[in-house]
């Protein structure tokens, strides 16, 4: 199957990195795609201006789970300056395959979502 | 009906998707177009194109000609008198001219306006920016478990915090203007038209009913002299007309009553500097150069889905989606179908979700096999929030649909449950 759905994003979906919640949490945002009913909760604990701890949790499609799922993998032990580099095309590349204009909102929603969470971190600051 | 007569009509169906052959479930979105509708825009503007009603020329003649011969088809397809049919651009467009044009000059505080739940946000938001405006109040009728509008009963149920109730429960106070659809679009449910206008008119024989029939014009037989509303918007792209063609149907007095909605060309008897006049009903409401090819294909598709015969068309629909029904019974557990459980509640629209898969990995798996259906909210947000679930699937189907496309749809189906594991 060529694939939006090869086993690497499946398994994304099924086991997603990261899913939960964190006691004492820095910041915590939720996003929402409203046109298709997907949230993601991304929650951040940060320390010495590193990103100690990362979950999130939600309720989505596939490609926007698995792309969650890789971003905090990807974000884990970074500088929080370094997040806002990050950018719609890095996460398609990140999911590693190719993605239709219909689904882009799903990749780049998790962005969304922490990207808002570091503004809302550099704010409090 | 002879289906591969009519498959054969419309080009679209020829083509490949993903190297398959397209199976276009999305009638619900928008129908494809025959090639008779298509032909009938080419010739407008090859042989006949010019401004109407503006000029004394012979073009400008036949084109004013054709726009109003279309008028008159268009509103004998649906039972109406030619004078009452405003031609717009979409249903959307035709729901938001009674709510600027209605909507603002005769509510004030106090006055109650009924919509439902199930609304598509084009039947929904016009009102709520109207009650914004004028300090009306505005209502929801609950849905019933079939997927359509709860009549009866006490609901004590509540959405995004606002309490909504059975159309019994909010038929209460100066109720002014009722707005709802005739058919859901999430759903599928044919709402009880009937039953609504008989309890409104029993309220206050006054009160305004508007109805969204984006769903029902495009598949069964409509007569506005039976309905006994007093507005219908419907779009003409739904039912093999070209995208910016639609039509509002309005009692002839409340249009007349009414101020314009856009004002520019066409729409005025008189301007001096000091003052206007506007111009007779319906052109009041058709400001600046019409879409006329956009009539002429309207036109063109009301002639063609009148040979075909509407009554042909509601049974092929109803047929389809009792085989729809019965093959996605057979996944067994795996599918949950909402809305009526009787196909012929529910003519032509299968909204579904498959357990553990979100509707657009669905969609897109379907897609991979060449079926297009649509997947998320459908643009009835407060629905969901209801229903309780975050998107769905749906399958719509119209009079070039077969009984062997719903079989690749299942196929496909069971192929989005190898990829999940499930």
Redesign the interface.
């Known amino acids: 199957?060529?694939d939006?759905?090869r086993e690497q994003i499946?398994d994304h979906?099924?086991n997603p990195r990261n899913f939960g919640e964190l006691d004492d949490a820095t910041v915590k945002v939720r996003e929402t795609n409203?046109?298709?009913?997907?949230?993601v909760e991304w929650v951040m604990k940060i320390d010495g201006g590193k990103v100690k701890e990362v979950r999130f949790k939600g309720?989505?499609?596939?490609?926007s789970t698995a792309a969650a799922s890789m971003l905090t993998e990807k974000v884990k032990g970074k500088r929080i300056g370094d997040l806002g580099k990050i950018s719609d095309e890095d996460m398609v590349e990140l999911l590693g395959v190719k993605i239709n204009l219909g689904?882009i909102k799903?990749v780049t929603l998790p962005l969304k979502a922490m990207q808002k969470a570091v503004e809302e971190y550099e704010q409090k600051d | 009906m002879n289906i591969s007569k009519v498959r054969n009509d419309f080009p679209i169906l020829k083509r490949k998707v993903n190297g398959k052959p397209l199976v276009y479930l999305d009638n619900a979105a928008t129908s494809q177009k025959p090639r008779q509708v298509l032909e009938a825009i080419k010739e407008y503007y090859e042989k006949h194109n010019a401004n109407v009603a503006r000029g004394v020329h012979t073009l400008a003649n036949e084109a004013t000609q054709m726009y109003e011969e279309s008028r008159g088809k268009v509103a004998g397809f649906i039972g109406a008198r030619k004078d009452e049919v405003v031609f717009v651009r979409n249903a959307s467009e035709g729901l938001n001219l009674v709510a600027f044009s209605w909507g603002l000059n005769k509510l004030k505080k106090g006055d109650v306006v009924v919509t439902s739940v199930l609304e598509h946000h084009s039947n929904m938001l016009p009102w709520r920016m109207v009650v914004e405006k004028t300090g009306a109040e505005l209502k929801y009728i609950d849905v019933d478990d079939e997927g359509g509008l709860l009549l009866k009963g006490k609901s004590k149920t509540k959405v995004s915090g606002v309490k909504i109730g059975s159309m019994e429960q909010v038929l209460v106070g100066k109720v002014k203007l009722v707005a709802v659809s005739a058919k859901s679009n999430m759903t599928g449910a044919l709402q009880p038209i009937e039953a609504v206008v008989k309890a409104v008119r029993r309220v206050n024989r006054r009160v305004v009913i508007v109805v969204d029939g984006s769903h029902s014009v495009p598949h069964m037989i409509t007569d506005v002299k039976k309905l006994g509303v007093d507005f219908l918007s419907y779009s003409g792209h739904k039912m093999l007309g070209p995208m910016g063609s639609g039509v509002l149907w309005g009692r002839k007095k409340l249009l007349e009553e009414m101020p314009p909605f856009l004002r520019g060309g066409d729409m005025i008897s008189e301007v001096t500097l000091e003052s206007e006049e506007w111009n007779r009903v319906p052109h009041k409401f058709e400001a600046g150069t019409p879409n006329v090819a956009g009539a002429v294909g309207l036109a063109a598709a009301v002639d063609y889905l009148t040979r075909v015969g509407m009554k042909e068309i509601y049974k092929h629909e109803i047929k389809l989606t009792n085989y729809a029904l019965k093959k996605l019974k057979e996944l067994k557990g795996d599918v949950e179908v909402y809305g009526p459980s009787e196909a012929d509640k529910r003519a032509g629209v299968v909204t579904f979700n498959v357990k553990g898969?979100?509707?657009?990995?669905v969609a897109?798996?379907l897609d991979?096999e060449g079926v297009a259906v649509r997947?998320?909210?459908h643009c009835t947000?407060p629905l969901?929030e209801r229903l309780g679930?975050?998107?769905s699937v749906r399958a719509s189907f119209y009079l070039y649909n077969l009984k062997e496309e719903i079989d690749v749809m299942v196929e496909a189906l069971k192929k989005v449950k190898e990829?999940?594991?499930i």
């Open positions: 199957m060529d939006l759905y499946v979906y099924k409203a046109s298709c009913g997907d949230m309720l989505g499609c596939a490609i689904r799903c | 898969v979100h509707a657009h990995d897109q798996i991979r997947s998320g909210q947000g969901f679930i975050p998107a990829v999940f594991k």
